[in-house]
């Protein structure tokens, strides 16, 4: 038994100083390939990097933030009011819009004096900064449609949205955003 050892070791010892370099770019090769694949998989099935180019969500989100989001959210669960949602938008092919979601399926939303109603309550949005919602519409009026959802922007006097393209239905979603960061000045902020 002893033997067996000693020249096995022998061998190790032997080969040590030999590379098979056709075996060593090939699992670099493989580490590259298996790291593209991951990558790939999860930018397109789980995370999303959207760049916000317009200030319909200032201050919540500002021109030029970056935001991460997440795919999955939407599978296993419902949308709730309040979420911040990357989705398809409605009036313009293949461009992604973000919003808030306001109204659930069934919702009575009534808009007056720069004031949201939501089933004959008034909703208290600490999201909304002064100066964000300072125009006078006339009264809008709508029941969200089964299946649809009612969305805006913070940015009220500044948001395309569904007061103007309407509703949006739940496979329109493509993300919950999760946070809001920069590169050139670093900061990460979650969002709520």
């Known amino acids: 038994?002893?033997?067996?050892?000693?020249e096995n070791s022998d061998e190790f010892e032997e080969t040590k100083g030999k590379i098979n370099w056709f075996k060593e770019i090939i699992s670099w090769v493989m580490v590259f390939i298996i790291a593209y694949v991951v990558a790939y998989v999860v930018s397109h099935f789980v995370i999303i990097n959207a760049?916000?180019?317009?200030?319909?969500?200032?201050?919540?989100?500002?021109e030029g933030d970056k935001v991460l989001g997440n795919r999955l959210a939407y599978k296993f669960s419902e949308?709730?009011?309040?979420d911040i949602i990357i989705f398809w938008a409605p009036d313009?092919?293949?461009k992604y819009y973000i919003k808030r979601l306001i109204g659930l399926p069934g919702d009575k939303i009534v808009i007056k004096n720069c004031k949201l109603y939501i089933n004959g309550k008034e909703i208290k949005e600490d999201y909304i900064t002064p100066g964000n919602w300072t125009k006078e519409y006339e009264s809008y009026e709508i029941t969200v449609p089964e299946g649809e959802y009612f969305m805006m922007g913070d940015n009220r006097d500044r948001s395309n949205d569904s007061r103007y393209w309407g509703t949006i239905k739940k496979d329109a979603m493509v993300a919950k955003a999760i946070c809001k960061y920069k590169i050139w000045k670093p900061y990460v902020k979650f969002l709520k």
């Open 79 to 82: 949308p709730k009011r309040g």
């Open 1 to 6: 038994m002893q033997d067996i050892f000693k």
């Open 92 to 94: 313009k092919e293949k």
């Open 51 to 62: 760049n916000i180019p317009s200030g319909s969500m200032k201050y919540t989100i500002n």
